[in-house]
């Protein structure tokens, strides 16, 4: 499985991004898909993840209520909705595919930088 994730860039506070990460490969495989990222200095960390098959999704509590995890998969995307954006949002984010409910995530898309300026 291949991934490849864009869609960042530089916006201003309370202000929206859409990234985006498309997979190619043997997806058939997929559990679930999610978005971590790695902020300057700090630990990579969950942001989100969506189910490929139910669309069921969980969210991390620094992102709950602002952020939306979707995806398509006839296309074999998913995508992360970001709004009300924080400076303290600003980190490379990556997105991942796991393929199984339990264990941790088996591949791994490069990242896309997302700056939010004060």
């Known amino acids: 499985v291949q991934l490849q994730a864009y869609g960042g860039g530089l916006v201003q506070a309370g202000g929206s991004l859409r990234l985006s990460c498309a997979a190619s490969g043997r997806t058939f495989r997929t559990y679930a898909m999610g978005w971590f990222r790695q902020a300057p200095g700090k630990e990579r960390e969950f942001v989100a993840r969506?189910?490929?098959?139910?669309?069921?999704?969980l969210y991390a509590d620094s992102v709950k209520g602002r952020f939306i995890i979707s995806r398509d998969n006839a296309k074999k995307m998913m995508y992360l909705q970001m709004n009300s954006l924080k400076p303290e949002d600003t980190a490379v984010y990556y997105c991942?595919?796991?393929?199984?409910?339990?264990?941790?995530?088996?591949?791994w898309g490069q990242g896309t930088l997302v700056t939010v300026s004060s």
């Open positions: 969506i189910t490929w098959s139910g669309g069921s999704t």
């Open positions: 991942a595919t796991k393929l199984s409910p339990s264990g941790g995530y088996n591949y």
